[in-house]
């Protein structure tokens, strides 16, 4: 992986198998031909060094887990889908999702950000979504292993201050 300083963090591109690249993300890809990327410490999290030994790791650890993580917020992100269904301004004529598919044709993944903040030794990690509820922004989740922590607009995958608090409590 290449990283490149962005002023404030670290980022890389992922490429999703079968799409120019190598990591297999079992569904989650995004469908449209783009790269997944991937920003390490958001918001001013740490200084222009290169990445660690321990950082790469850490990173590498958790495009692993993308795969269980996928699996443990689908939950969380139908439920998310389906409130702002029930939200008559929001509705929008949003379609039910399909009960075999759930949520996942109505998502893809653009954005994976690795918080340098872990705790019961597994990073927080934010995944943010593309989605038809919020043509905008998108949906985000912080996770903590399979555990999420939070659903909310696509920000919230990024915010620092999130996984402090979670991780404090």
Not at 54 to 75: K, S
Request: hydrophobic share 40%.
């Amino acid at each position: 992986m290449d990283f490149v300083w962005q002023d404030f963090f670290w980022t890389t591109t992922l490429r999703v198998a079968g799409k120019g690249g190598s990591i297999v993300l079992d569904g989650i890809g995004n469908s449209a031909d783009a790269p997944i990327t991937l920003a390490y410490a958001p918001e001013g999290g740490r200084d222009d060094s290169p990445l660690t030994p321990q950082e790469i790791r850490t990173v590498r650890e958790a495009i692993d887990a993308l795969p269980r993580m996928w699996e443990a917020l689908q939950p969380d992100l139908l439920t998310a889908y389906e409130d702002v269904r029930a939200y008559p301004p929001g509705a929008g004529g949003l379609p039910p999702p399909d009960p075999a598919a759930g949520v996942r044709p109505l998502v893809d993944l653009t954005h994976v950000t690795v918080h340098p903040l872990a705790r019961d030794g597994r990073p927080y990690v934010g995944l943010e979504f593309a989605c038809p509820w919020d043509d905008g922004d998108g949906v985000g989740v912080l996770m903590n292993g399979d555990r999420v922590v939070e659903v909310g607009p696509a920000d919230t995958a990024a915010l620092p201050w999130l996984a402090r608090h979670d991780a404090a409590g």
